[in-house]
């Protein structure tokens, strides 16, 4: 341990069995825990045998009053772990002020990485991983909640979303309204025993979470804005769904699966219905 560091512990979001070694050092010999929940993480540290030094909370709505009392055990050369409930501090949970503040004093900041509802979600969503765009929780208020998807609608890489259980609906309605027919999946309960993804159109999701009720923490990944589709007419505009496969096929020399995959993400259609078109084309494919 680094006198005068700030240490920010990721911790598990489920499984107890994802936190770290070097987590567990970290948080049994800080000078000072400070945590989001005292509660919970005391439950954490009871799981693996560890006694705080000293534990204080801080969360949302005291963090910058707390910072006060981490920045005092830093100026007497102590180390600091800040430990939210669950994740990496920061990342939708405080942290952001006790790191600004820190790094104003002059102290230094450690990472101690670990588990992510960000990182375990995307990876096995089946949607392209990189480029995305991490929003993390929308504004509760549908006016804001649905203004803040308009502004992302244009964006060419992949969206992540956290959402709670009770504004699932709500959240898939708009995002039906406002992205279409993208792809999309959702993922609950990650390490838990009932982990789950749910993959299909945001239709099918909002169809999916009707009928069952949203239980548990949810990640919502939403495919990317097909090229073109903001502001500037795409290539194909004024070309019916039939032409733009047969220019596909014909002139730059696709196959016709190849097509109908471009043809389905461009327009935002279900890649059924293209296919549908592409097999009254004929064998213009090279398969």
Not at 168 to 179: G, Q
Not at 204 to 224: K, Q, R, S
Not at 264 to 277: G, N, S
Request: glycine share 6%.
């Amino acid at each position: 341990m680094q006198p005068s560091t700030l240490y920010l512990v990721a911790t598990p979001i489920g499984n107890l069995d994802d936190i770290t070694f070097r987590a567990l050092k970290v948080l049994k010999e800080a000078t000072l825990i400070a945590a989001e929940d005292t509660r919970n993480t005391s439950k954490l540290l009871l799981h693996f045998g560890i006694k705080a030094s000293k534990l204080i909370s801080c969360y949302e709505h005291n963090e910058i009053k707390k910072t006060d009392d981490i920045l005092e055990t830093l100026a007497g050369g102590g180390s600091v772990a800040l430990a939210t409930d669950a994740g990496m501090p920061g990342i939708s949970d405080p942290g952001y002020q006790v790191v600004k503040m820190v790094l104003e004093a002059g102290f230094k900041v450690v990472p101690i990485p670990g588990a992510s509802a960000l990182v375990a979600a995307l990876p096995a969503s089946g949607l392209l991983p990189t480029p995305f765009t991490f929003v993390g929780f929308l504004p509760h208020k549908t006016n804001d909640r649905r203004q803040a998807m308009t502004k992302l609608k244009s964006l060419e890489q992949t969206l992540v979303f956290y959402e709670a259980p009770h504004r699932v609906t709500d959240f898939l309605k708009d995002a039906v309204e406002i992205f279409g027919l993208r792809q999309a999946v959702a993922a609950r309960e990650l390490t838990k025993l009932h982990e789950e993804f749910v993959r299909g159109t945001l239709e099918e999701l909002l169809n999916h979470f009707t009928a069952h009720e949203p239980i548990g923490e949810f990640v919502f990944m939403i495919d990317a804005a097909a090229p073109g589709s903001n502001d500037r007419k795409p290539e194909w505009d004024g070309l019916s769904v039939e032409e733009h496969l047969v220019q596909l096929i014909k002139q730059d020399g696709l196959t016709k699966t190849e097509a109908v995959k471009i043809v389905a993400k461009a327009r935002q259609l279900p890649r059924d219905e293209v296919y549908q078109v592409a097999t009254g084309i004929g064998r213009l494919d090279k398969d």
